[in-house]
């Protein structure tokens, strides 16, 4: 979009087929003297040329000069004349911004010192709303200086991971430590896969699991925020118990030293292919159809069938219980 008509947002189709055309013609000129002899000069009506002045004055781009001819504006200058009442509204409400943080932080301490002391319930907010939760989200992560766990679960939807990918931006670029384990579905999505490779290459650690229970997320090891798991709204919950984090953090550390390291997105399942089988027959071994399988791995039933597909060929099984009782026996599943 050329930078005049960028101006104004706000341009009927009648207006901006012909604006440029009117100040090209006022700057050629110096100015117009006549909306009459303009609208003949370039074919247009004198209805036309109005509706276009009037838009261009409105965008500071024609003035009207002590003679009443309409005096082209520099763009830069008229950019500026617009710009400078918003930059206003937006360092007002800045300091309208920093006055609520500043009267809300009298009673922080306040708050945090009886929910850390007070009943077990005291130590856990819950919130429920998009808006809720990325706020309790950027209130945990400003607070965060050293490290942050995540676990990305299949039951997050798109908003939710950018949500967690937004999260993890900011941490990486105040150089706080960022550990992620996501299903192995994330090294086949490609949107995902894009998202996952900028964190990594912003200094992340990534690595995939089977299964994932829960997307929560751990900061420095002292607090946690757990998302919701799938419900029609949004929903998370931040807890500060000393036993419930170290309970979160023991298992996000037995997923960690079970995941496989994400370090390259080209080979898809095939650096996991092992492990997926493994879990594959344990699954079927419990006698879940497909399209439970397929949902616990968080993949197409399609995919799944692929994959159950090729272990009763490795295992030369004819039938699903009998793949489960051939893989339990070859100790692939415990």
């Given at each position: 979009m050329n930078s005049v008509t960028?101006?104004?947002?706000?341009?009927?189709?009648?207006?901006?087929?012909?604006?440029?055309?009117?100040?090209?013609?006022?700057?050629?000129?110096?100015?117009i003297e006549s909306v009459e002899q303009a609208a003949v000069d370039l074919g247009l009506t004198v209805h036309e040329v109005n509706a276009t002045v009037n838009h261009l004055i409105e965008s500071r781009l024609l003035r009207v000069d002590p003679d009443r001819r309409l005096v082209p504006v520099d763009p830069e200058v008229a950019a500026a004349l617009l710009v400078s009442p918003m930059e206003r509204e937006i360092y007002q409400r800045r300091e309208l911004i920093?006055?609520?943080?500043?009267?809300?932080?009298?009673?922080?301490?306040?708050?945090?010192?009886?929910?850390?002391?007070?009943?077990?319930?005291?130590?856990?907010?819950?919130?429920?709303?998009?808006?809720?939760?990325?706020?309790?989200?950027?209130?945990a992560s400003d607070a965060c200086r050293e490290e942050i766990?995540?676990?990305?679960?299949?039951?997050?939807?798109?908003?939710?991971?950018?949500?967690?990918?937004?999260?993890?931006?900011?941490?990486?670029s105040r150089g706080v430590a960022?550990?992620?384990?996501?299903?192995?579905?994330?090294?086949?999505?490609?949107?995902?896969?894009?998202?996952?490779?900028?964190?990594?290459d912003a200094g992340a650690v990534v690595r995939t699991a089977s299964h994932i229970p829960r997307a929560a997320v751990v900061f420095d090891r002292s607090s946690a925020v757990l998302l919701g798991d799938g419900a029609a709204e949004a929903t998370a919950s931040r807890v500060r118990q000393d036993e419930v984090v170290e309970f979160l953090l023991a298992m996000i550390d037995h997923l960690w030293d079970s995941a496989t390291p994400l370090e390259s997105?080209?080979?898809?399942?095939?650096?996991?292919?092992?492990?997926?089988?493994?879990?594959?027959?344990?699954?079927?071994?419990?006698?879940?159809?497909?399209?439970?399988?397929?949902?616990?791995?968080?993949?197409?039933?399609?995919?799944?069938r692929r994959h159950i597909a090729a272990l009763m060929s490795d295992l030369h099984a004819v039938s699903r219980f009998q793949a489960g009782v051939q893989a339990a026996q070859r100790c692939l599943v415990n």
């Open positions: 960028a101006l104004r947002p706000e341009i009927t189709p009648l207006v901006g087929a012909h604006l440029i055309d009117v100040y090209r013609y006022a700057a050629r000129r110096g100015a920093a006055q609520i943080r500043e009267r809300t932080d009298v009673f922080r301490q306040d708050y945090v010192h009886t929910g850390l002391r007070g009943a077990g319930s005291a130590s856990v907010e819950s919130v429920s709303g998009v808006m809720e939760v990325r706020g309790l989200l950027k209130v766990l995540v676990l990305l679960s299949g039951t997050v939807e798109t908003d939710d991971f950018d949500d967690f990918m937004s999260v993890c931006d900011r941490l990486l960022v550990r992620v384990v996501c299903r192995h579905k994330s090294r086949t999505d490609f949107a995902t896969r894009v998202k996952i490779k900028k964190l990594i997105f080209e080979s898809g399942y095939a650096e996991v292919a092992d492990e997926l089988q493994q879990t594959v027959a344990c699954l079927m071994a419990k006698g879940f159809t497909d399209e439970v399988v397929a949902r616990k791995l968080g993949m197409s039933v399609r995919t799944c």
